[in-house]
């Protein structure tokens, strides 16, 4: 099924639907995750974070139902972390490894790399927990479906449009703060904030494809590529309090120092890129756009059909 809304049908409809084919492919990718835990919790977690953003859209037509949705599934992805961000900090050092040839090549990081290969591995083995973990899931997936049916929107198109184009319009304006923030402070955390504005903005582009104004592939394109940028520097960071929490477990103070040195370099140039691509992102003005959306979305829709909300 289509991860499209179709302007030409009531929203109400549309956001169950595509709501339901979510939760339905996250409970099967928590069935998998009994036998291929790290594949199949990190697809589960990538379906949380489409519900979230999907809620997050339509959240000004129905606050309380879509708060509620919002935190139903951070709490359910929140229970499920852990063994990828494992995988991820590995990928940082194959990274570090391919950019920095001269310092790496004769194995300089490969006791660090062997040390994060057996804290993944670890509770995968063990399986501590896993079915307990996975049974909860289901459950809190299950009631999430059941409760679709209490989610109204307004379907006439003229007040579905003004809500889609809210909803988009305020995940831009807080990539927008997020970015000025980063720019100035450039904390770990503003990259993360900026990182989650990215993600949902990516899956708001996406679900508004056929009337977001164009041209729109090129900027998915960008938001795919910023998120992978982001997504490298946040592994940096977190490596970093990895190090300072758990070092001795990790490697010599000789192989830390070198990766701690690496790390520097990689995060100088990634900060860089990551607020230049951003700033060509988010630095337009909000209005036109989110105007734009909102008359694509009713020059779209089908005449007012009987029994739809108001």
């Given at each position: ?30 069935t998998a995750s009994r036998t291929k835990p790290e594949k199949g919790l ?119 449009a003004e809500v889609l184009a809210d909803g988009a319009g305020k995940t ?58 982001l997504g490298e520097l946040n592994d940096i960071f977190v490596m970093r ?70």
């Amino acid at each position: 099924m289509s991860y499209r809304i179709d302007p030409r049908l009531p929203v109400t409809g549309e956001i169950r639907r595509i709501a339901a084919d979510e939760i339905g492919k996250a409970i099967g990718d928590l069935t998998a995750s009994r036998t291929k835990p790290e594949k199949g919790l990190h697809a589960c977690r990538k379906r949380f974070k489409k519900l979230r953003a999907l809620f997050r859209l339509v959240r000004p037509g129905n606050e309380q139902f879509c708060r509620t949705e919002n935190e139903r599934y951070r709490d359910i992805s929140r229970s499920l972390a852990g063994a990828r961000e494992d995988t991820a900090l590995i990928e940082t050092i194959d990274r570090l490894v391919k950019a920095f040839p001269g310092q790496t090549s004769a194995g300089e990081l490969d006791a660090v790399r062997s040390a994060l290969v057996a804290r993944r591995d670890a509770p995968v083995r063990e399986r501590i927990g896993l079915k307990e973990m996975v049974d909860a899931a289901v459950e809190a997936c299950e009631q999430g479906r059941s409760a679709l049916p209490g989610l109204v929107l307004p379907d006439l198109p003229e007040a579905a449009a003004e809500v889609l184009a809210d909803g988009a319009g305020k995940t831009l304006r807080r990539a927008r703060r997020v970015l000025d923030a980063a720019g100035k402070r450039g904390q770990p955390e503003d990259f993360h904030e900026l990182r989650k504005c990215v993600k949902a903005h990516r899956i708001h582009v996406l679900l508004l494809h056929r009337f977001w104004p164009r041209p729109v592939k090129s900027r998915r394109w960008a938001l795919d590529a910023l998120g992978e940028r982001l997504g490298e520097l946040n592994d940096i960071f977190v490596m970093r309090q990895l190090i300072k929490s758990n070092s001795e477990a990790l490697g010599s103070k000789e192989q830390l120092k070198l990766l701690c040195q690496l790390m520097r370099r990689s995060e100088k140039a990634l900060r860089k890129q990551c607020l230049r691509e951003a700033e060509l992102l988010f630095g337009k003005a909000r209005k036109p756009m989110v105007r734009k959306i909102a008359d694509r979305y009713q020059a779209g829709a089908s005449h007012s059909q009987p029994g739809i909300n108001q």
